[in-house]
């Protein structure tokens, strides 16, 4: 079996703040800049100013959003010194899938259940992975971000190593306030620029976002309506299949000769994608030697599935998995999104937590004069 390590960053409330950048959608071509840097900021953001109106973009506010940015030397030293550590897939998924948050996923679930299953019924993706993702995301809605938007993308956007990438997301962010989506001082997101609940960049703001609860707003920061629409919408449409699980764990033959043969890996898309094997039908798999945990026969269902092999198991993952890769293409994201979802619908109780022992009297004075 192969092994491979999970490379994961430290710091981050989640990890999907970056792997979105990583995925952001090339910047307009119609539109040329000179290179970040070559020019000094104000004369850089002036220049801003003067395409965002060329955009069509309104002269307020152009001049509101922008006015007295100034770099923030906090989000470059974010951005250029992330720091890295190796986990194991199984460390990763401990690390943020246990027992409280699998409690309290199970609890948004039941408080959301009327909302929720109206985004299940218009977008076919069942509640369950809704929590979950949106678990994953902000902590069940409790991070959706509290830098100011426009200084953070206009930062990032004038430093030269991903300038036109963020350039184009900043003319996004304009493009939202001008909209009236939201107000300025409640833009506000990571220190990558993702925003709100789903932690959606400014251009998936405005190809995935709805304003579920038509108020007006397409509102991800407050609008739990909004929030699991936008998610469900996103997923939708990025080919959710109804009815249909994300994969399972698998045993694999003890000579996998054939099997590698047979499936190689993919040599196009994401790092995570070039990780997963050609997708073969689940008869062909069972032909190959693959079995259940338990060592019994795969389903005999007609679904396509590709294989993972990682250093806590081999997996059989389905395209509803590849839908999940899209929102954040880590394998580390994308299979603890699985296992939530799993867990947050499973019925199986969960170990009731221990209440912390209480200190006697004398430990509680011998404390106190320590702090003396």
């Known amino acids: 079996m192969i092994a491979r390590t999970l490379i994961l960053l430290v710091g981050l409330v989640h990890a999907s703040a970056l792997m979105a950048v990583a995925q952001l959608p090339e910047p307009d071509p119609v539109f040329s800049a000179p290179p970040p840097q070559s020019v000094p900021f104000p004369a850089w953001l002036q220049g801003v ?22 770099p923030v030397e906090q989000i470059l030293n ?36 009327p909302v929720l299953e109206k ?96 108020d007006g707003r397409k509102d991800i920061w407050s609008s739990q309506a909004d929030v699991f629409g936008s998610i469900g919408n996103y997923l939708s449409t990025n080919g959710w299949t109804a009815g249909q699980t994300w994969g399972r764990q698998v045993t694999l033959p003890t000579d996998t000769t054939a099997l590698t ?6 040599t196009a898309g994401c790092r995570a994608a070039k990780e997963l094997t050609e997708p073969r ?47 954040n293409c880590a394998h580390a994201y994308a299979m603890a999104v699985a296992r939530l979802s799993d867990r947050v619908v499973d019925t199986d109780p969960l170990p009731v937590a221990k209440a912390p022992a209480k200190k006697t009297k004398k430990k509680a004075t011998t404390a106190r004069k320590h702090k003396r």
Not at 63 to 70: F, G, R
Not at 99 to 105: D, F, K, N, S
Not at 261 to 266: E, G, N, Q, T
Request: net charge positive.
């Open 78 to 113: 974010r951005d250029r010194t992330q720091a890295e550590f190796k986990e194991t897939l199984d460390e990763y998924i401990a690390r943020r899938i246990g027992v409280p948050t699998i409690r309290l996923g199970r609890q948004m679930r039941d408080t959301h259940r």
């Open 281 to 327: 039908p689940l008869g062909r798999w069972q032909a190959l030697g693959v079995r259940t945990m338990d060592g019994g026969a795969l389903p005999q269902a007609d679904i396509m599935a590709s294989l993972l092999r990682t250093d806590s198991g081999a997996f059989l993952v389905y395209p509803n998995y590849e839908v999940l890769l899209s929102y």
């Open 119 to 214: 985004v299940a019924a218009a977008y076919k993706v069942p509640p369950h992975v809704l929590v979950a993702v949106w678990g994953l995301e902000s902590n069940f809605g409790r991070f959706s971000g509290v830098r100011p938007l426009m200084p953070t993308l206009a930062t990032l956007a004038y430093d030269d190593r991903r300038g036109p990438m963020f350039r184009s997301q900043l003319f996004d962010a304009l493009t939202i306030l001008d909209a009236g989506y939201i107000d300025l001082p409640r833009l506000k997101g990571s220190w990558a620029g993702a925003m709100g609940q789903p932690q959606f960049m400014p251009s998936s703001y405005l190809k995935y976002a709805v304003d579920f609860d038509a």
């Open 261 to 266: 043969k047979d499936a190689p890996l993919r």
């Open 49 to 70: 100013r003067e395409e965002a109106l060329a955009r069509g973009i309104s002269a307020p506010t152009v001049a509101t959003a922008l006015a007295d940015i100034t």
